[in-house]
């Protein structure tokens, strides 16, 4: 069941939609992307949308509503290339054929195909939306969740090797769209643009990784650390992910990373939780001189998230409640941050040589070749998107399709 308060209609339903064009178990993706459209119409229209929903009831909407509606309801309600959430797909659709039978025999083939072309023209509208909607933020250095990039694609992996995958490819759009978008409704080589689309898609994720990959490398080679992600829970030395992260996405032009000042803070590994304190009380602690009296303290709950203290004389305890004047021998490091972002945890010396590594590398792949491969297959990705896109605006103005699918009226 979904978290209350039970999400709208139009949650409900733009949710369902999400979850054909981008993937039935790819939440994150779905979250993201309804979050995007529910503020859109928020903004621009004035719809009363309700709120976004959390991952948890976007699965109940995907798994067990659809399931539980009746067949009649969504053949009646909602466009056959819905019916691929449904694990009853195969019966929805012999249900349907012999309705449609039914229909043709009493004279209403007519209206059957009627409805059949607004159901091509949704689904090419819904194609578009997915082509056009922009991913400004994706850094295909660290590619991770949400899967959707851009342009109507996802990446996947296999066997290590990451790949570009169109939206669709679903097993009920892509029926409907490769069947019916067939000249002269598009021209002849839309096809060979989406499988260009795709080409292009999948050498922005490799050289992107690429790119990561050689960052890491010689991050790890300049500072003799290791990259390590579990270091909130237990104290240990090495690079974190946005080390890589914050220099890639400089060199990517997705922010610029190169303008923001590094900081420094001590972090106290207490029995539970942790505390984050300014340097000169770490170094306090580490020469047996116990905590500044001088200083104050907050407790807070942070949820795994990264915290620092906003005043020079506060520390911060994080998800933990023992009093400060108990933390007496507990492991003392020393974290260094770029505007928020972690990049390395250890001793004062080896935090100060991870940032004059990190700094070095953020100049040298400003501008570099590597970042520019990235680049031009990102602005190919742009180009080929816009003539598909500029093909597809026309088709779904058309009233009629030629070719046959497996959802045509008497198939």
Not at 84 to 98: G, V
Not at 123 to 130: E, F, G, N
Not at 263 to 280: D, N, S
Not at 290 to 314: C, E, H, I, Q, R
Request: hydrophobic share 35%; proline share 6%; net charge neutral.
């Amino acid at each position: 069941m979904p978290r209350s308060p039970r999400p709208t209609e139009l949650v409900i339903r733009e949710t369902l939609r999400l979850a054909v064009l981008l993937g039935r178990d790819r939440y994150a993706d779905i979250q993201r992307s309804l979050d995007q459209k529910l503020g859109l119409l928020r903004q621009e229209q004035g719809v009363s949308t309700g709120n976004t929903p959390d991952t948890r009831t976007i699965k109940w909407i995907v798994k067990d509503y659809v399931n539980e509606l009746p067949s009649e309801v969504v053949i009646t309600e909602f466009p056959p290339h819905f019916w691929s959430l449904r694990n009853d797909y195969q019966e929805l659709n012999k249900q349907k054929r012999q309705r449609d039978s039914m229909t043709i025999e009493a004279g209403g083939k007519h209206d059957l195909e009627v409805n059949h072309y607004e159901d091509v023209r949704a689904a090419i509208r819904d194609w578009l939306v997915l082509i056009e909607q922009p991913q400004p933020s994706f850094n295909p250095a660290a590619a991770g969740e949400p899967r959707h990039f851009g342009f109507g694609l996802t990446w996947n992996t296999e066997q290590d090797r990451i790949a570009a995958e169109l939206a669709i490819e679903n097993e009920g759009l892509l029926a409907i769209l490769s069947k019916h978008l067939i000249p002269p409704i598009v021209d002849v080589d839309l096809w060979k643009l989406v499988e260009r689309l795709k080409q292009n898609g999948t050498k922005f994720l490799t050289t992107g990784r690429q790119l990561g990959e050689q960052i890491s490398a010689i991050g790890k080679a300049e500072t003799d650390l290791d990259v390590i992600t579990s270091w909130q829970r237990e104290p240990m030395d090495g690079l974190t992910t946005q080390f890589r992260d914050t220099i890639s996405r400089n060199a990517l032009e997705l922010e610029n990373c190169i303008q923001y000042t590094y900081t420094e803070f001590a972090i106290v590994y207490l029995e539970r939780g942790i505390m984050v304190t300014q340097v000169a009380e770490g170094a306090r602690l580490l020469q047996g001189q116990g905590l500044d009296p001088t200083f104050k303290t907050a407790y807070v709950s942070t949820a795994g998230k990264w915290v620092m203290p906003g005043d020079s004389n506060l520390r911060l305890v994080c998800d933990g409640t023992g009093e400060p004047p108990e933390i007496t021998s507990q492991p003392v490091l020393f974290v260094l941050q770029l505007h928020g972002y972690p990049i390395a945890i250890g001793t004062l010396d080896k935090i100060r040589r991870c940032r004059e590594v990190h700094h070095k590398l953020m100049q040298r792949y400003a501008g570099s070749p590597e970042a520019m491969t990235v680049l031009g297959a990102q602005s190919n990705l742009m180009a080929i998107a816009k003539a598909i896109s500029t093909q597809l605006k026309k088709a779904s103005l058309y009233l009629q399709f030629p070719g046959r699918c497996p959802f045509c009226p008497g198939q």
